[in-house]
C-alpha cells in the first residue's frame, strides 16, 4: 500500500490520537486541519516519530508515520505486525513496561528518554518524548501512542 495512512481505519486512528493527545495535554498535535484526510496525511508526514499500540496484553504496534518507519527501519505492514516491546532492547523492557504503567495510571508522561533499536539491530536513544493514553469516542481506553523528534544513534 502506497499511502497505508490513507485506509479508513487509519484516518480514524489518527483523529483518536490527536483527539486524545488534546484530552491529556491540553493542546493540540498539529494545528490548523479539521478535515480526517489530511489530518492523517499531515501526521504520516510529520516531522516527528508517532507510533501508537494496542490494548493486547502484549501490546502490538498499530500505527507508525513515515518517520518512525524509517527510524525503525520497517514497513508499514512489519512495523503493525511487531509487538511493542520489541521496540527496546531486551535489558530495556522492564524499564519500558514501568512508565507504560504510569502512563495508564496518570493519562500521560512527558520528557521520556529510553533506547530502542531498529529492526537491523540498530541502536538509539531517544529523548524529550510525550507518552499518552488513547481514547475512543466514548472515553474507553484503546491504546497508548508516543511522539518526540529527539533521538541519537548509539
Known sequence: MNEPWASAAA?????TV??????????????????????AAALF?????????????DPVL???????LTLWEMSW?????????????PVAREERARLL????????????????IA????????AQARVWNLRDEAGAHCGQAAMFDHWEYL
Open 77 to 89: 505492514a512489519e512495523l503493525t505486525g511487531t509487538p511493542s516491546r520489541l521496540t527496546a532492547e
Open 119 to 126: 529492526k537491523s539491530g540498530r541502536r538509539f536513544r531517544i
Open 18 to 39: 490527536v483527539r486524545s493527545f488534546r484530552h491529556w495535554l491540553g493542546r493540540d498535535l498539529l494545528l490548523g486541519i479539521s478535515q480526517p484526510r489530511e489530518l
Open 101 to 116: 504503567a504510569q502512563v495508564t495510571r496518570h493519562g500521560h508522561i512527558a520528557d521520556y528518554a529510553g533506547v530502542r
Open 62 to 68: 498499530n500505527y507508525g508515520n513515515a518517520a518512525a
Open 45 to 57: 508526514a510529520a516531522p516527528f516519530v508517532l507510533v501508537s499500540h494496542d490494548t493486547q496484553a
Open 11 to 15: 484516518v480514524a486512528h489518527a483523529a
